[in-house]
Nanobody, 127 residues
Framework: VQLQASGGGLVQTGGSLRLSCIAS????????MGWFRQAPGKEREFVAT????????YYADSVKGRFTISRDNAKNTVYLQANSLKPEDTAVYYC?????????????????????WGQGTLVTVSS
């Protein structure tokens, strides 16, 4: 599986961005997807995850109510709509694929469960 993330950029506090991640190499509708982020000097952290059908989603408390994960299996793409952005959201955002999570409602927030990772896209939120 190859993952290509895009959509990052510079935005002011309170602004919005939509990140996209296109997958190739394996049937996209058969596995869960997730978004993680890593801020400068910090460890990578979980942001959001979605089951293969989109029926199940789960968010980190820090983004709940502001971010929305979704997927379009016909386009092999997962999205992260980020609203009400804060300076603390500044990070490189990575999409990842969890091949072992093939159930309709299965997803995972554990980075160790993800098998493939994209290259990351930088989100910078100015104060």
């Amino acid at each position: 599986v190859q993952l290509q993330a895009s959509g990052g950029g510079l935005v002011q506090t309170g602004g919005s961005l939509r990140l996209s991640c296109i997958a190739s190499g394996r049937s996209f509708s058969n596995y869960a997807m997730g978004w993680f982020r890593q801020a400068p000097g910090k460890e990578r952290e979980f942001v959001a995850t979605i089951s293969r059908t989109g029926s199940g989603t789960y968010y980190a408390d820090s983004v709940k109510g502001r971010f929305t994960i979704s997927r379009d299996n016909a386009k092999n793409t997962v999205y992260l709509q980020a609203n009400s952005l804060k300076p603390e959201d500044t990070a490189v955002y990575y999409c990842a694929a969890a091949i072992g999570y093939s159930g309709s409602y299965y997803y995972t927030s554990r980075s160790g469960d993800y098998d493939y990772w994209g290259q990351g896209t930088l989100v910078t939120v100015s104060s």
